[in-house]
């Protein structure tokens, strides 16, 4: 029997994204959610809430900045485009264990008078990420997903400026109802890479900018650090809660010795809420879980 939009199951959607992805601002909160396999639900949903973050102003920086946003609840269930609990992107191809799809991220801009470390140099520009990803599925049952992804992006600003390219790889765990309690869980763990334009783009000194204890640096190809993810939410009938811990990693990472680096190690955290206003009248069948 089909539930009434006033009974929509519980439904979650992953941070940040991203993701890294993955917009650490709680855009990466965009549209987790929970469902059970086969059954069907509207084809889309929408909801307005608000979030709240601290993140550094990028992976490295000393100190965290906190922004206060407008969160967003979108969950559309389209044979190609989709928005949920894995975020906005097209479905190009799947199977029972594949699936190869078109992948976004955004970023934050980075406002360099904020940040001892990078006084006199200019600002950084918001950016965004587009590129493919796979996801192959390792294990798939009513209460535990965990799949593989491995997503290469293109990055550039919002002028269309390109600054080069990202891969972040990350093995993710989803229990969509945990011990019968609605909450679903999430956690992710995996390795971030970048070419050397993308690098440069946040962590060279150009001689200009050298000043004491600022030496000219460029910045190299290769590994970005790790990152873990954990997240939690809820879908009630009518709003939607949700937050997320990440912590990253930089030991070892190319730019390391940037002196743009002020640490190699940091966390972000963020918890929003939404009201869920708006449901189609048309049901599609789900297979998140």
């Known amino acids: 029997m089909m539930r009434k939009q006033s009974a929509l199951p519980r439904?979650?959607?992953?941070?940040?994204?991203?993701?890294?992805?993955?917009?650490p601002l709680l855009a990466g909160v965009l549209a987790w959610a929970s469902t059970a396999h086969g059954e069907l639900r509207p084809l889309w949903e929408l909801g307005v809430?608000?979030?709240?973050t601290?993140?550094?102003a990028y992976r490295g920086a000393r100190g965290e900045v906190v922004y206060f946003l407008p969160l967003p609840y979108l969950v559309y269930r389209g044979r190609f485009l989709r928005s949920d609990r894995q975020g906005i992107r097209g479905v190009f191809y799947q199977n029972d264990r594949f699936q190869l799809n078109l992948s976004a991220y955004a970023g934050p801009p980075v406002q360099s008078?904020?940040?001892?470390?990078?006084?006199g140099m200019p600002n950084?520009?918001?950016?965004?990420?587009?590129?493919?990803?796979l996801q192959y599925v390792l294990i798939d049952t009513p209460g535990t997903m965990l799949d593989l992804r491995w997503p290469l992006r293109a990055a550039f600003t919002l002028s269309f400026k390109p600054i080069g390219w990202v891969s972040t790889p990350n093995l993710n765990l989803t229990l969509p109802d945990y011990r019968g309690s609605g909450w679903?869980?999430?956690a992710s763990i995996g390795p971030n890479f970048a070419d050397s334009r993308y690098h440069a783009y946040f962590y060279d000194v150009a001689p200009a900018y050298v000043r004491p204890g600022r030496p000219a640096y460029a910045a190299g190809a290769g590994y970005s650090g790790s990152s873990v993810y954990l997240t939690v939410s809820r879908r009630f009938a009518h709003y939607w809660v949700g937050g997320f811990l990440r912590y990253d990693n930089l030991a070892g990472a190319s730019f390391v010795n940037s002196p743009l680096v002020e640490t190699q190690q940091y966390f972000a955290v963020g918890v929003g809420m939404s009201w869920i206003f708006a449901t189609s009248s048309r049901l599609v069948e789900s297979e998140e879980p």
């Open 49 to 52: 809430g608000m979030g709240v």
């Open 124 to 133: 950084l520009s918001p950016s965004f990420e587009i590129g493919p990803s």
């Open 54 to 56: 601290s993140i550094p």
């Open 113 to 119: 008078g904020q940040i001892p470390a990078r006084t």
């Open 184 to 186: 679903m869980l999430g």
């Open 11 to 23: 439904r979650l959607r992953r941070i940040w994204l991203a993701h890294r992805g993955r917009i």
